[in-house]
T-cell receptor, first 117, second 114 residues
Framework: EPEVTQTPSHQVTQMGQEVILRCVPI?????FYWYRQILGQKVEFLVS????????KSEIFDDQFSVERPDGSNFTLKIRSTKLEDSAMYFC???????????????FGPGTRLTVL | QQQVKQSPQSLIVQKGGISIINCAYE??????FPWYQQFPGKGPALLIA?????SEKKEGRFTISFNKSAKQFSLHIMDSQPGDSATYFC?????????????FGKGTLLTVNP
């Protein structure tokens, strides 16, 4: 069964450093998402991406964040200058889109645990 | 108005019992309500989902009950098993345009004792 993959599984970085989290969505999906989950809290939406542009972003997704689909398979989240409060599990998700499926299931990757020291 | 409120925060059930988790929403533009199951160290995985045009959906031991007028929906796990021990999140998705983001509840940690 197709699945969303994410690398690395765990990233440790120093405050102020740039990090890039990588995701390979399911191949025929059109919509891509990043969510984050601070330890013990709910999953929060960060950004959605469709047709090579951001379709929506949350207030969390400020100028320090960016997303890119550099080729036909990868989807990346970049944090330019990490802060302590960026420490969280970051999940990538993908879906076909509700235009193609009334239920539009979002499939989540296993996550990247980001630890900012 | 974008919130999804979930309760209880944690739930302990004996094997074979019924687990019930409740969620409520305010935004009437939500049109799709999935439940996700998350095991420690893993990403959320879709368990079952419902649209507001039906009041109940059953898949195996898992049932969603949906009350559109009350803007509430719940997950029932029948014959709960220790392997069901996980965190369960309800979620809701809006309609319109390209906005398909999921808004999650805070999660319920379910423990099923043997």
């Amino acid at each position: 069964e197709p699945e969303v993959t994410q690398t690395p599984s765990h990233q440790v970085t120093q405050m102020g450093q740039e990090v890039i989290l990588r995701c390979v969505p399911i191949s025929n999906h059109l919509y891509f998402y990043w969510y984050r989950q601070i330890l013990g809290q709910k999953v929060e939406f960060l950004v959605s991406f469709y047709n090579n542009e951001i379709s929506e972003k949350s207030e969390i997704f400020d100028d320090q964040f960016s997303v890119e689909r550099p080729d036909g398979s990868n989807f990346t989240l970049k944090i330019r200058s990490t802060k302590l409060e960026d420490s969280a599990m970051y999940f990538c998700a993908s879906s076909m889109g509700a235009v193609y499926s009334s239920t539009d299931t979002q499939y989540f990757g296993p996550g990247t645990r980001l630890t900012v020291l | 108005q974008q919130q999804v409120k979930q309760s209880p925060q944690s739930l302990i059930v004996q094997k074979g019992g019924i687990s019930i988790i409740n969620c409520a929403y305010e935004n009437t533009a939500f049109d799709y309500f999935p439940w996700y199951q998350q095991f420690p160290g893993k990403g959320p995985a879709l368990l079952i989902a419902i649209r507001p045009d039906v009041s109940e959906k059953k898949e195996g031991r898992f049932t969603i009950s949906f009350n559109k007028s009350a803007k509430q929906f719940s997950l029932h796990i029948m014959d709960s098993q220790p392997g069901d021990s996980a965190t369960y999140f309800c979620a809701a998705r809006g309609s319109g345009g390209s906005n398909y983001k999921l808004t999650f509840g805070k999660g319920t940690l379910l423990t099923v004792n043997p």
